[in-house]
Every structure is written in structure tokens, then in C-alpha cells.
């Protein structure tokens, strides 16, 4: 299985902070991958697929880079609601995985 | 829109078979384009995809679950399901359907539509 490895495990930021997550895969996955955003005690929403096309109703100021083994979430100007847990997953090999998680707070 | 809606038991006892369905609402679970799946979540832990099935009723399932594993759907009422046999602590976990968007040459693309997913605890 293709291992996805999130940095850092988790963050802290101030309101307005520009936040980037990162996200490397084990071997080439091209751009088969897709971020999502899971708030406490909800499911996974999906942000981003395709590395960097935004998902319809997802604020702009989410955006999603890379290409091969390595890529980036960046929150443009981090906003209070915005608080949750960020996964990466790969979709270029059977099985899909995801990453471990990369927890979002406030400081 | 489509929503998603799990159900089953929230208790199984070890040994015994992870029972649950998918309810879908507000569109064909026929469409072409999607694969319906289960993912669950280990407490406090992350994803793992669990299978996928087609409308036609073809399969796929993750070798760590394979011999396990069945997926089902019925077209007729909407839904598609789980089962889960010989179940241990191990396979307690928040268990989500969701629905993939396209597989393009082996390729899976993303899970764009989840249920709000249901806590399956094994304790006899």
C-alpha cells in the first residue's frame, strides 16, 4: 500500500495566519489526491481534489498544491471555524489511503 | 440533494458479524458515475477505506479486510450495506458510507459525499 505522511501532526496558529499542511506519499501518486476537513464529532468534507482543483462551496481561501510525491493545503488567513483535523488520500493506487491526520488549532 | 444515512446495530459481540446499511435519499444509488463505499475510523485514529461496490454489484475490498468483508447493494430500495464476520475489539470504529466519485483506469478519484457515519462497539 502507497503510506501517506502528514507534517506537521498538528498545529497551532492565530486567527489571520497563513497555515500550510503537508503531505508526501510514499511513491509517484501524479495529482490523485484529495484533501478534507473533519470538525470534532462530524464526517470527513472534502476541500480539494486533484491536488489543487477546489471543491464547489469551499472558501477560496483554501488552496491545494503539488504534483508526484509531494504536496501542500495552505489556509490563505486562518479563520476560527477552520479549527479541525486535515487529511490527505491518494487515489492513484488500489487501496486507497489516507493520511495520519494533521490537527488544526488555535492559538 | 443526495444524503447519505447509516444504520445497524451500535453493539456486536466478538466473534459475531458487523451488520450495517446505507440509506441513500435524494438520488439513484444507479448512477453511473459513483462507487458506493465504507470507510471507518478508528477512535482518535485515521481512515481506512474498507471496499467499494458498483450498481451492477461488482466488488472491491481491501486485502486487510478481504476475507471479512462483503459488501451488497439493492438497487431497488437505495441502499447498500456491510458485513463485517469474526469481529474483535480491534474492528471497533466509527463506520462511514460514502460515495466515490469515478475510478479512471484504476485510478480512484475522491469521496465527495459521506454519511454522518455510526459507532460500532464490540463488547460482549
Known amino acids: 500500500d502507497i503510506q501517506m505522511t502528514q507534517s506537521p501532526s498538528s498545529v497551532s496558529a492565530s486567527v489571520g495566519d497563513r497555515v500550510t499542511i503537508s503531505c508526501r506519499a510514499s511513491?509517484?501518486?501524479?495529482?490523485?489526491l484529495a484533501w478534507y476537513q473533519q470538525k470534532p464529532g462530524k464526517a470527513p468534507n472534502l476541500l480539494i481534489y486533484?491536488?489543487?482543483t477546489l471543491q464547489s462551496g469551499v472558501p477560496s481561501r483554501f488552496s491545494g498544491s503539488g504534483s508526484g510525491t509531494d504536496f501542500t493545503l495552505t489556509i490563505s488567513s486562518l479563520q476560527p471555524e477552520d479549527i479541525a483535523t486535515y487529511y490527505c488520500q491518494q487515489g492513484d493506487s488500489f487501496p486507497s489511503t489516507f493520511g495520519q491526520g494533521t490537527k488544526l488549532e488555535i492559538k | 440533494q443526495v444524503q447519505l444515512q447509516e444504520s445497524g446495530p451500535g453493539l456486536v459481540k466478538p466473534s459475531q458479524t458487523l451488520s450495517l446499511t446505507c440509506s441513500v435519499s435524494g438520488g439513484p444509488i444507479s448512477s453511473g458515475t459513483y462507487y458506493w463505499s465504507w470507510i471507518r475510523q478508528h477512535p482518535g485514529k485515521g481512515l481506512e477505506w474498507i471496499g467499494y461496490?458498483?450498481?451492477?454489484?461488482?466488488?472491491y475490498y481491501n486485502p486487510s479486510l478481504k476475507t471479512r468483508v462483503a459488501i451488497s447493494v439493492d438497487t431497488s430500495n437505495n441502499q447498500f450495506s456491510l458485513r463485517l464476520s469474526s469481529v474483535t475489539a480491534a474492528d471497533m470504529a466509527v463506520y462511514y458510507c460514502?460515495?466515490?466519485?469515478?475510478?479512471?483506469?484504476?485510478?480512484?478519484?475522491?469521496?465527495?459525499?459521506w454519511g454522518r457515519g455510526t459507532l460500532v462497539t464490540v463488547s460482549s
Open positions: 511513491q509517484d501518486i501524479s495529482n490523485f
Open positions: 460514502a460515495r466515490l466519485f469515478e475510478i479512471i483506469n484504476g485510478r480512484v478519484r475522491y469521496f465527495d459525499l
Open positions: 486533484t491536488a489543487s
Open positions: 461496490i458498483y450498481y451492477t454489484g461488482s466488488t
